[in-house]
């Protein structure tokens, strides 16, 4: 097992960005791992057993550190196109990788909002769309729901979610910027990849995830669920819902 990190210059994202790499000494699939709020790959690799992931799953990990932009394009951050234009082809370059290479995307927490949105996006791009504590919040953000942008709404708090989510009155159905409106359409296009979702149930995002299980499954997309007993939002849980995706690779 190898861990390290390159400085990838990106036009997209108009600045360089660090990505980790994970590898096991034999790689038969690739994994697009993205972090949650306040994340890096740094931060990931102290929390988390990522050789120990790798080793038992014959996997290459891809760990960019994103930011706080929740993956969802804006014209300073084009997630969308450093993922698929940049990110991708120079790893598969640099490590020879085959062009039918099985390739994953997972996400934790704000993590798992992107994933679902990037892997509904590109659905041909990923055997498997791997969602773990997903923080689905485009309702609150859409409504100024206090428990999610703040009892206080300071200028500052909602500078920030304006950038992101804005224009908050069609945020709710528009599937380039809500990951759920994401998946539906990329079902009704017949293309969506199966989604493996989980979460503890003491967290306080749980019923925001079984209510979109419920939607997703309404839809007749294919949703392998797994509740955490007594799971937390935190890294025991997150490790605990990715051992149980990894399994279920396909």
Known sequence: MRKHTIELKSEYMQRSVTVGIVTAEKIDKVLLLLHGYGGSFQILDKELPLGEYAEENNMLMILP???????????????????????????????????DMATYIAGISM??????????????AFKQMIAISPAFIAHDVAIGNPQVVGTAKSPEVMKYYAEIFAPFDTLEE????????????????????????TCGTKDELYKRNTDAMEVFRGHGVKVDWLSVEEGLHDKECFDKGLRYAFKRLK
């Open 65 to 99: 550190d994103m930011g706080n932009g929740y993956y969802i394009d804006r014209p300073s951050y084009r997630v969308n196109d450093f993922m698929m234009k940049e990110l991708l082809p120079t790893v598969f370059a640099t490590y020879d990788l085959g062009n």
């Open 111 to 124: 993590g798992g909002y992107g994933s679902l949105l990037i892997g509904a996006t590109y659905p041909k």
């Open 174 to 197: 528009d599937p380039l910027r809500n990951p759920i409106p994401a998946v539906i359409r990329s079902h009704e296009n017949g293309t969506v990849p199966e989604i493996i979702m």
